[in-house]
């Protein structure tokens, strides 16, 4: 088993290999040498500058504000206006008004 352990032939497959070591020690050498010149720090400032802005339209700024004051707004509780025109027409005395129901009909085609 020492044979194996003390190989300087082991494959990549063992963390401790000395040869991985000295590979991935030179990759980062050769990576830590590679700058950018002056002309791709330039090129690479201008996209930086143009692609980085967001413009938001006017349109979803209003949606937002609109959303904001209304969930600002406070809940508006319709159980007790619902539950006495429940009894009304299970009592049999509810009395529709044609004429409004026509004009919210019409308000809502127009």
Do not use: C, H, W
Not at 60 to 75: E, L
Not at 90 to 103: C, F, N, T, V
């Amino acid at each position: 088993m020492n044979n194996i352990e003390n190989s300087v032939k082991r494959s990549a497959f063992f963390p401790n290999d000395v040869n991985s070591k000295r590979k991935k020690l030179t990759q980062m050498q050769q990576a830590a040498l590679k700058r950018n010149n002056q002309e791709r720090q330039r090129e690479l400032l201008d996209l930086k500058s143009r692609d980085s802005r967001v413009k938001i339209p006017n349109a979803v700024r209003d949606f937002a504000r609109i959303k904001k004051t209304v969930d600002a707004a406070p809940a508006i509780d319709n159980s007790a206006k619902i539950a006495q025109l429940r009894n009304q027409i299970s009592k049999g005395e509810y009395q529709i008004d044609y004429d409004a129901l026509a004009d919210k009909m019409l308000q809502s085609e127009f």
